[in-house]
T-cell receptor, first 113, second 114 residues
Framework: DAKTTQPNSMESNEEEPVHLPCNHS???????IHWYRQLPSQGPEYVIH???SNVNNRMASLAIAEDRKSSTLILHRATLRDAAVYYC??????????????FGGGTRLMVKP | NAGVTQTPKFQVLKTGQSMTLQCAQD?????MSWYRQDPGMGLRLIHY???????DQGEVPNGYNVSRSTTEDFPLRLLSAAPSQTSVYFC?????????????FGPGTRLTVL
């Protein structure tokens, strides 16, 4: 399975943009890039996903490198509520294995007031 | 809609005891799965189900049993609890679109085995 590499932790100031990087150099053509986050004492929640093109939704933006070997989750204005562990996950769309999530260590985002 | 519900929220067991963690969903999703999360770690898949009557093992299935008699429910049974099973357990559901589709997680059950 293709793996992802993320920094262990990052810090941000409230109301500033945050760029969370993810490396996935062994990504295959059928792998979708997903981001989930886990707030303290809660289950993970979906943030965004994409395949090749950049994606935007109400929570965040996902910028995908042209060679797809890396991606960046962008929170446009961090709030205290965005303090969480962010997981970058690859999901294979060509097999049933893609129905399950393989979590790495994620990036712990700390937001300072 | 309640989404994904899990009971109990907290549980303390003694070594050797058995118990069932409950998971229910009202979204009519085909896929359901159980994960465990040890302190400071990411989630690991225990068992999953692709529909009523069909289950399969994930990454860490030993010591756990599952069954899926209805679309809505997916209980996880600990046969003989061990301290190594102290963890937070999350149930998740989704429609079963390989590679895509949002997964919905329950609030978790915090289990301590003494």
């Amino acid at each position: 399975d293709a793996k992802t590499t993320q920094p262990n932790s990052m810090e941000s100031n409230e109301e500033e943009p945050v760029h969370l990087p993810c490396n996935h150099s062994t990504i295959s053509g059928t792998d979708y890039i997903h981001w989930y986050r886990q707030l303290p004492s809660q289950g993970p929640e979906y943030v965004i996903h994409g395949l090749t093109s950049n994606v935007n939704n109400r929570m965040a933006s996902l910028a995908i490198a042209e060679d797809r070997k890396s991606s960046t989750l962008i929170l446009h204005r961090a709030t205290l509520r965005d303090a969480a562990v962010y997981y970058c996950i690859l999901r294979d769309s060509s097999s049933n294995a893609g129905n399950m999530l393989t979590f790495g260590g994620g990036t712990r985002l700390m937001v300072k007031p | 809609n309640a989404g994904v519900t899990q009971t109990p929220k907290f549980q303390v067991l003694k070594t050797g005891q058995s118990m069932t963690l409950q998971c229910a969903q009202d979204m009519n999703h085909e896929y359901m799965s159980w994960y465990r999360q040890d302190p400071g770690m990411g989630l690991r898949l225990i068992h999953y189900s692709v529909g009523a009557g069909i289950t399969d093992q994930g990454e860490v299935p030993n010591g756990y049993n599952v069954s899926r008699s209805t679309t809505e429910d997916f209980p996880l049974r600990l046969l003989s609890a061990a301290p190594s099973q102290t963890s937070v357990y999350f149930c998740a559901t989704h429609r079963g679109l390989a590679g895509v589709g949002e997964q919905f997680f329950g609030p978790g059950t915090r289990l301590t085995v003494l």
